[in-house]
Protein backbone atom coordinates (compact mmCIF):
# COMPACT_ATOMS: atom_id res chain seq x y z
CA UNK A 1 0.00 0.00 0.00
CA UNK A 2 1.29 3.65 -0.42
CA UNK A 3 1.93 5.30 1.68
CA UNK A 4 1.89 9.28 1.37
CA UNK A 5 3.93 12.24 3.00
CA UNK A 6 3.73 15.83 3.35
CA UNK A 7 7.11 17.64 4.46
CA UNK A 8 7.62 21.09 6.24
CA UNK A 9 11.21 21.81 7.25
CA UNK A 10 13.15 24.70 8.74
CA UNK A 11 16.27 24.50 7.14
CA UNK A 12 16.51 23.55 3.24
CA UNK A 13 19.10 21.01 4.24
CA UNK A 14 16.90 18.95 6.10
CA UNK A 15 14.04 19.60 4.33
CA UNK A 16 16.29 17.52 1.13
CA UNK A 17 17.50 14.79 3.45
CA UNK A 18 13.77 14.08 4.16
CA UNK A 19 12.88 14.47 1.20
CA UNK A 20 15.45 11.66 0.06
CA UNK A 21 14.10 9.62 2.69
CA UNK A 22 10.39 9.76 1.57
CA UNK A 23 11.37 8.74 -2.12
CA UNK A 24 14.05 6.06 -0.90
CA UNK A 25 11.05 3.85 0.78
CA UNK A 26 8.91 1.70 -1.51
CA UNK A 27 5.46 2.73 -2.35
CA UNK A 28 5.73 6.09 -1.15
CA UNK A 29 4.32 8.94 -2.38
CA UNK A 30 6.02 12.99 -1.47
CA UNK A 31 2.73 15.27 -1.88
CA UNK A 32 4.03 18.46 -0.72
CA UNK A 33 7.18 19.76 0.74
CA UNK A 34 7.15 23.75 2.36
CA UNK A 35 8.98 25.34 4.84
CA UNK A 36 6.96 26.14 8.51
CA UNK A 37 6.63 29.50 7.54
CA UNK A 38 3.54 27.90 5.55
CA UNK A 39 2.24 25.50 7.30
CA UNK A 40 -1.12 25.14 6.56
CA UNK A 41 -4.32 26.02 9.18
CA UNK A 42 -6.38 23.35 8.28
CA UNK A 43 -4.89 19.39 7.15
CA UNK A 44 -7.37 18.57 4.38
CA UNK A 45 -4.85 16.52 2.29
CA UNK A 46 -5.12 12.74 2.65
CA UNK A 47 -1.83 12.20 3.46
CA UNK A 48 -1.03 9.46 6.14
CA UNK A 49 2.26 11.33 7.55
CA UNK A 50 3.25 15.05 8.01
CA UNK A 51 6.80 15.43 8.89
CA UNK A 52 7.88 18.22 10.46
CA UNK A 53 11.05 19.22 11.17
CA UNK A 54 10.96 20.59 15.04
CA UNK A 55 12.24 23.91 16.28
CA UNK A 56 12.28 23.87 20.85
CA UNK A 57 11.77 28.19 20.27
CA UNK A 58 8.76 27.93 18.46
CA UNK A 59 5.53 28.00 20.62
CA UNK A 60 3.12 28.68 17.01
CA UNK A 61 4.59 25.52 16.10
CA UNK A 62 3.96 23.43 18.89
CA UNK A 63 0.17 25.22 19.13
CA UNK A 64 0.05 23.75 15.28
CA UNK A 65 1.12 20.47 16.36
CA UNK A 66 -0.67 20.34 19.35
CA UNK A 67 -3.82 21.35 17.15
CA UNK A 68 -3.42 19.00 14.53
CA UNK A 69 -2.58 15.49 16.80
CA UNK A 70 -6.14 16.48 18.41
CA UNK A 71 -8.24 16.13 15.43
CA UNK A 72 -8.16 11.93 14.86
CA UNK A 73 -9.47 12.44 10.89
CA UNK A 74 -5.76 14.13 10.28
CA UNK A 75 -2.61 11.70 9.62
CA UNK A 76 0.04 10.86 11.68
CA UNK A 77 2.69 13.61 13.13
CA UNK A 78 6.34 12.64 12.97
CA UNK A 79 9.57 14.74 13.80
CA UNK A 80 12.69 15.22 12.59
CA UNK A 81 15.10 16.82 15.67
CA UNK A 82 18.33 17.62 15.80
CA UNK A 83 18.92 15.64 18.97
CA UNK A 84 16.61 13.09 20.99
CA UNK A 85 16.60 13.74 24.75
CA UNK A 86 14.04 12.65 27.95
CA UNK A 87 12.95 16.03 27.69
CA UNK A 88 12.51 16.42 24.13
CA UNK A 89 10.41 13.16 24.20
CA UNK A 90 8.09 13.45 26.56
CA UNK A 91 7.03 17.17 24.91
CA UNK A 92 6.37 14.86 21.98
CA UNK A 93 4.48 12.75 23.89
CA UNK A 94 2.42 15.48 24.94
CA UNK A 95 2.18 16.94 22.14
CA UNK A 96 0.26 13.67 20.52
CA UNK A 97 3.06 12.85 18.12
CA UNK A 98 3.34 9.63 16.69
CA UNK A 99 7.03 9.02 15.86
CA UNK A 100 10.44 11.15 16.71
CA UNK A 101 13.39 10.63 14.44
CA UNK A 102 16.53 12.03 14.27
CA UNK A 103 19.95 12.20 12.07
CA UNK A 104 20.01 9.48 10.75
CA UNK A 105 17.43 8.22 9.95
CA UNK A 106 17.67 4.00 9.96
CA UNK A 107 15.33 2.75 7.27
CA UNK A 108 14.70 -0.71 9.65
CA UNK A 109 13.19 1.95 12.16
CA UNK A 110 10.92 3.99 10.00
CA UNK A 111 9.96 0.87 8.50
CA UNK A 112 8.61 -0.59 11.98
CA UNK A 113 7.19 3.19 12.44
CA UNK A 114 5.08 2.88 9.27
CA UNK A 115 3.96 -0.55 9.52
CA UNK A 116 2.43 0.70 13.48
CA UNK A 117 -0.07 3.24 11.36
CA UNK A 118 -3.44 2.05 11.59
CA UNK A 119 -5.51 3.30 9.22
CA UNK A 120 -7.14 6.94 9.62
CA UNK A 121 -10.92 6.70 9.81
CA UNK A 122 -12.32 8.38 6.83
CA UNK A 123 -15.60 9.93 5.76
CA UNK A 124 -17.95 7.66 3.99
CA UNK A 125 -16.27 6.15 1.49
CA UNK A 126 -18.87 4.12 -0.18
CA UNK A 127 -19.25 4.55 -4.14
CA UNK A 128 -21.96 6.43 -6.04
CA UNK A 129 -23.68 5.29 -8.93
CA UNK A 130 -22.52 7.76 -11.30
CA UNK A 131 -21.23 11.37 -11.14
CA UNK A 132 -23.13 13.87 -12.66
CA UNK A 133 -20.46 17.61 -14.21
CA UNK A 134 -22.72 20.32 -14.26
CA UNK A 135 -20.90 23.65 -15.73
CA UNK A 136 -21.97 26.99 -15.08
CA UNK A 137 -21.40 29.46 -17.75
CA UNK A 138 -21.89 33.51 -17.08
CA UNK A 139 -22.58 35.33 -20.19
CA UNK A 140 -20.49 38.55 -18.44
CA UNK A 141 -18.92 39.20 -15.90
CA UNK A 142 -20.71 40.08 -12.80
CA UNK A 143 -23.82 38.22 -13.47
CA UNK A 144 -23.24 35.98 -10.16
CA UNK A 145 -21.74 33.02 -11.81
CA UNK A 146 -19.51 31.88 -8.78
CA UNK A 147 -21.90 32.96 -6.19
CA UNK A 148 -24.40 30.29 -7.73
CA UNK A 149 -21.77 27.76 -8.14
CA UNK A 150 -20.46 28.18 -4.30
CA UNK A 151 -24.26 27.90 -2.66
CA UNK A 152 -25.15 25.71 -4.45
CA UNK A 153 -22.50 23.62 -3.47
CA UNK A 154 -22.62 24.44 0.01
CA UNK A 155 -26.39 23.25 0.14
CA UNK A 156 -26.02 20.24 -1.97
CA UNK A 157 -23.09 18.99 0.29
CA UNK A 158 -24.25 20.43 3.59
CA UNK A 159 -28.23 20.00 3.46
CA UNK A 160 -28.21 16.68 1.37
CA UNK A 161 -24.94 15.10 3.15
CA UNK A 162 -23.93 14.50 -0.70
CA UNK A 163 -20.12 14.92 -1.62
CA UNK A 164 -19.48 17.79 -3.83
CA UNK A 165 -16.63 18.86 -5.69
CA UNK A 166 -16.38 22.94 -7.19
CA UNK A 167 -13.58 22.87 -9.72
CA UNK A 168 -12.64 26.67 -10.59
CA UNK A 169 -12.13 27.00 -14.25
CA UNK A 170 -11.73 30.68 -14.07
CA UNK A 171 -8.46 30.15 -14.66
CA UNK A 172 -7.26 34.01 -15.27
CA UNK A 173 -9.24 35.36 -12.14
CA UNK A 174 -10.70 32.49 -10.05
CA UNK A 175 -12.66 33.86 -6.96
CA UNK A 176 -14.25 30.86 -5.74
CA UNK A 177 -11.77 30.35 -2.68
CA UNK A 178 -13.01 33.81 -1.61
CA UNK A 179 -16.31 32.74 -1.36
CA UNK A 180 -15.87 30.02 1.00
CA UNK A 181 -12.38 32.12 2.76
CA UNK A 182 -10.35 29.32 1.86
CA UNK A 183 -6.09 29.10 2.34
CA UNK A 184 -5.90 26.10 -0.04
CA UNK A 185 -2.15 24.52 -0.27
CA UNK A 186 -2.80 23.39 -3.81
CA UNK A 187 -4.97 24.25 -7.03
CA UNK A 188 -5.28 22.41 -10.35
CA UNK A 189 -1.92 23.69 -11.40
CA UNK A 190 -1.05 21.16 -8.84
CA UNK A 191 -2.77 18.41 -10.31
CA UNK A 192 -1.09 19.33 -13.50
CA UNK A 193 2.04 18.79 -12.40
CA UNK A 194 1.84 15.05 -11.68
CA UNK A 195 -0.80 14.12 -14.07
CA UNK A 196 0.62 11.95 -15.68
CA UNK A 197 0.89 9.69 -12.70
CA UNK A 198 -2.68 10.60 -11.92
CA UNK A 199 -4.21 8.47 -8.83
CA UNK A 200 -7.33 8.47 -6.92
CA UNK A 201 -5.36 9.21 -3.60
CA UNK A 202 -3.12 11.78 -4.78
CA UNK A 203 -5.96 13.80 -6.28
CA UNK A 204 -8.08 13.70 -2.91
CA UNK A 205 -5.34 15.10 -1.54
CA UNK A 206 -4.87 18.28 -3.41
CA UNK A 207 -8.29 19.62 -2.72
CA UNK A 208 -9.32 21.92 -0.14
CA UNK A 209 -12.48 19.93 1.97
CA UNK A 210 -14.52 22.84 3.35
CA UNK A 211 -16.78 21.44 6.06
CA UNK A 212 -17.73 17.63 5.96
CA UNK A 213 -18.82 17.07 2.36
CA UNK A 214 -17.91 20.11 -0.05
CA UNK A 215 -14.69 19.77 -1.80
CA UNK A 216 -12.41 22.40 -4.10
CA UNK A 217 -9.93 22.16 -6.55
CA UNK A 218 -9.35 25.92 -6.78
CA UNK A 219 -8.01 27.96 -10.11
CA UNK A 220 -3.98 28.56 -10.45
CA UNK A 221 -2.92 31.34 -7.98
CA UNK A 222 -1.11 32.97 -10.60
CA UNK A 223 -2.21 34.49 -14.25
CA UNK A 224 0.83 33.14 -16.07
CA UNK A 225 -0.19 29.74 -14.75
CA UNK A 226 -3.66 30.27 -16.95
CA UNK A 227 -1.65 28.91 -19.55
CA UNK A 228 -0.39 25.33 -18.03
CA UNK A 229 -4.03 23.92 -18.32
CA UNK A 230 -5.08 22.80 -22.11
CA UNK A 231 -7.92 21.05 -23.35
CA UNK A 232 -6.02 17.74 -23.16
CA UNK A 233 -4.95 17.56 -20.03
CA UNK A 234 -8.54 18.79 -18.47
CA UNK A 235 -10.59 16.15 -19.83
CA UNK A 236 -7.84 13.87 -18.61
CA UNK A 237 -8.67 15.42 -14.81
CA UNK A 238 -12.67 15.47 -15.27
CA UNK A 239 -12.88 12.30 -16.65
CA UNK A 240 -10.93 10.88 -13.39
CA UNK A 241 -13.17 12.56 -11.29
CA UNK A 242 -16.17 11.31 -12.74
CA UNK A 243 -14.81 7.88 -12.92
CA UNK A 244 -14.06 8.09 -9.28
CA UNK A 245 -17.27 7.45 -8.23
CA UNK A 246 -16.51 9.85 -5.26
CA UNK A 247 -18.54 12.47 -5.74
CA UNK A 248 -22.17 12.56 -6.41
CA UNK A 249 -21.78 15.64 -8.63
CA UNK A 250 -18.90 17.99 -9.75
CA UNK A 251 -20.02 21.68 -10.30
CA UNK A 252 -17.92 23.62 -12.38
CA UNK A 253 -17.30 27.51 -12.51
CA UNK A 254 -16.42 28.17 -15.87
CA UNK A 255 -15.94 31.82 -15.32
CA UNK A 256 -17.38 34.38 -18.49
CA UNK A 257 -15.08 33.48 -20.93
CA UNK A 258 -14.97 31.13 -23.83
CA UNK A 259 -12.13 29.52 -25.05
CA UNK A 260 -10.69 25.98 -26.43
CA UNK A 261 -10.38 24.82 -22.46
CA UNK A 262 -14.14 25.74 -21.22
CA UNK A 263 -15.27 24.44 -24.58
CA UNK A 264 -13.83 20.76 -23.18
CA UNK A 265 -15.07 21.13 -20.49
CA UNK A 266 -18.97 22.48 -21.82
CA UNK A 267 -18.41 19.10 -23.73
CA UNK A 268 -17.80 16.94 -20.99
CA UNK A 269 -20.48 18.52 -18.69
CA UNK A 270 -23.99 16.58 -18.09
CA UNK A 271 -25.98 19.70 -18.35
CA UNK A 272 -24.42 23.21 -18.97
CA UNK A 273 -26.20 26.57 -17.24
CA UNK A 274 -25.50 29.64 -19.07
CA UNK A 275 -26.22 32.30 -16.16
CA UNK A 276 -27.64 35.93 -17.12
CA UNK A 277 -29.20 38.82 -15.62
CA UNK A 278 -31.95 40.90 -17.07
CA UNK A 279 -29.63 43.53 -18.30
CA UNK A 280 -29.55 43.88 -22.41
CA UNK A 281 -25.81 43.95 -22.22
CA UNK A 282 -26.00 40.24 -20.72
CA UNK A 283 -28.87 39.10 -22.94
CA UNK A 284 -27.59 39.85 -25.75
CA UNK A 285 -24.38 37.82 -24.40
CA UNK A 286 -26.39 35.08 -23.77
CA UNK A 287 -27.99 34.93 -27.30
CA UNK A 288 -24.95 34.95 -28.97
CA UNK A 289 -23.78 32.39 -27.03
CA UNK A 290 -26.71 30.24 -27.42
CA UNK A 291 -25.87 30.65 -31.53
CA UNK A 292 -22.10 29.86 -30.53
CA UNK A 293 -22.96 26.61 -28.51
CA UNK A 294 -25.38 25.85 -31.08
CA UNK A 295 -23.10 26.07 -34.26
CA UNK A 296 -20.57 23.77 -32.15
CA UNK A 297 -23.28 21.15 -31.55
CA UNK A 298 -23.12 21.76 -27.95
CA UNK A 299 -26.65 21.62 -27.54
CA UNK A 300 -26.36 18.13 -26.20
CA UNK A 301 -25.19 18.76 -23.32
CA UNK A 302 -28.82 19.88 -21.92
CA UNK A 303 -28.34 23.64 -22.39
CA UNK A 304 -30.64 25.79 -19.40
CA UNK A 305 -30.60 29.25 -18.96
CA UNK A 306 -30.55 31.00 -15.63
CA UNK A 307 -31.90 34.66 -14.68
CA UNK A 308 -30.21 35.69 -11.64
CA UNK A 309 -30.95 38.89 -9.71
CA UNK A 310 -34.64 38.74 -11.30
CA UNK A 311 -37.46 41.03 -9.79
CA UNK A 312 -41.02 40.49 -10.83
CA UNK A 313 -41.37 44.11 -11.29
CA UNK A 314 -38.79 44.94 -13.67
CA UNK A 315 -38.47 46.53 -16.74
CA UNK A 316 -38.37 42.74 -18.89
CA UNK A 317 -41.34 40.03 -17.92
CA UNK A 318 -39.73 36.31 -18.26
CA UNK A 319 -41.75 35.61 -21.70
CA UNK A 320 -40.18 39.10 -22.85
CA UNK A 321 -36.91 37.47 -22.57
CA UNK A 322 -37.54 33.85 -23.53
CA UNK A 323 -38.53 35.13 -26.63
CA UNK A 324 -35.82 37.54 -27.11
CA UNK A 325 -33.78 34.99 -26.67
CA UNK A 326 -35.91 32.00 -28.69
CA UNK A 327 -35.23 29.65 -25.57
CA UNK A 328 -37.19 29.28 -22.45
CA UNK A 329 -35.96 30.44 -18.89
CA UNK A 330 -35.50 27.59 -16.70
CA UNK A 331 -34.99 28.70 -13.80
CA UNK A 332 -35.24 32.37 -11.74
CA UNK A 333 -33.35 33.26 -8.66
CA UNK A 334 -33.89 36.78 -6.89
CA UNK A 335 -32.48 40.03 -6.47
CA UNK A 336 -30.41 41.20 -2.88
CA UNK A 337 -27.07 42.62 -4.00
CA UNK A 338 -27.11 44.19 -0.32
CA UNK A 339 -27.14 40.16 1.69
CA UNK A 340 -25.31 38.78 -1.30
CA UNK A 341 -22.35 41.21 -1.73
CA UNK A 342 -22.67 40.76 2.10
CA UNK A 343 -21.90 37.28 2.25
CA UNK A 344 -19.48 37.44 -0.13
CA UNK A 345 -17.45 39.61 2.03
CA UNK A 346 -17.21 37.38 5.14
CA UNK A 347 -16.16 34.61 2.82
CA UNK A 348 -19.37 32.64 4.04
CA UNK A 349 -21.99 30.85 1.71
CA UNK A 350 -25.15 32.96 1.97
CA UNK A 351 -27.29 29.58 2.56
CA UNK A 352 -25.27 29.07 5.55
CA UNK A 353 -25.25 32.60 7.30
CA UNK A 354 -28.68 33.89 6.33
CA UNK A 355 -30.72 30.59 5.13
CA UNK A 356 -33.78 32.32 5.72
CA UNK A 357 -33.21 34.94 2.77
CA UNK A 358 -34.80 34.23 -0.26
CA UNK A 359 -32.55 33.88 -2.63
CA UNK A 360 -31.37 31.06 -0.21
CA UNK A 361 -34.53 29.54 0.06
CA UNK A 362 -34.75 29.48 -3.61
CA UNK A 363 -31.14 27.93 -4.24
CA UNK A 364 -32.33 25.34 -1.64
CA UNK A 365 -35.30 24.63 -3.84
CA UNK A 366 -33.52 24.76 -6.70
CA UNK A 367 -30.50 22.40 -5.18
CA UNK A 368 -33.42 19.94 -4.55
CA UNK A 369 -34.87 19.78 -8.16
CA UNK A 370 -30.97 19.36 -9.24
CA UNK A 371 -30.85 15.94 -7.26
CA UNK A 372 -34.81 14.93 -8.42
CA UNK A 373 -36.43 15.76 -4.85
CA UNK A 374 -39.90 16.34 -4.86
CA UNK A 375 -40.81 20.13 -4.54
CA UNK A 376 -41.27 21.17 -0.68
CA UNK A 377 -44.90 22.90 -0.08
CA UNK A 378 -44.62 26.37 0.29
CA UNK A 379 -47.98 27.69 1.75
CA UNK A 380 -48.55 27.17 5.22
CA UNK A 381 -51.54 24.70 4.86
CA UNK A 382 -50.27 22.87 2.22
CA UNK A 383 -47.10 22.43 4.75
CA UNK A 384 -49.75 21.15 7.58
CA UNK A 385 -50.97 19.04 5.35
CA UNK A 386 -48.00 17.31 4.53
CA UNK A 387 -46.88 17.02 7.84
CA UNK A 388 -50.06 15.49 8.73
CA UNK A 389 -50.04 13.29 5.94
CA UNK A 390 -46.56 11.62 7.04
CA UNK A 391 -47.66 11.74 11.02
CA UNK A 392 -50.49 9.31 9.77
Not at 54 to 77: F, I, M, S
Not at 346 to 368: D, F, I, M, Y
Amino acid sequence: MTQRFSIYYHSQENGAYLQQVVNSLPQSLLVATDTLSNLPPQLNSQVDVVWVEYQGDNPKLDRWLEKTTADRQNPAVFLYLKELSTGSLLKALRLGIRECFTFPIPEAELTAALARLQPRPLVDEESVESTQLLAFLGTKGGVGTSFLTANLAYLLAEAHKKRILVVDLDLRYGQLIYFFDARPQYNLISALKDWERLDSAYLKGLLYLYGSHLYLLPAPARIEEAEAVTPENLEKILRYLKNMRFFSLILVDAGSRVDEVILKALELSDKTILVTTPSLPALSNTKKLLELLHLLGLEDTHLEVWLNAWQEKGDLSRSEVAAFLATEVAQTLPADAKEVDRSINEGKPLAQTTPGNPVSRELKGVAGKILGLPEAPTGFFSRLFHWLRGKS
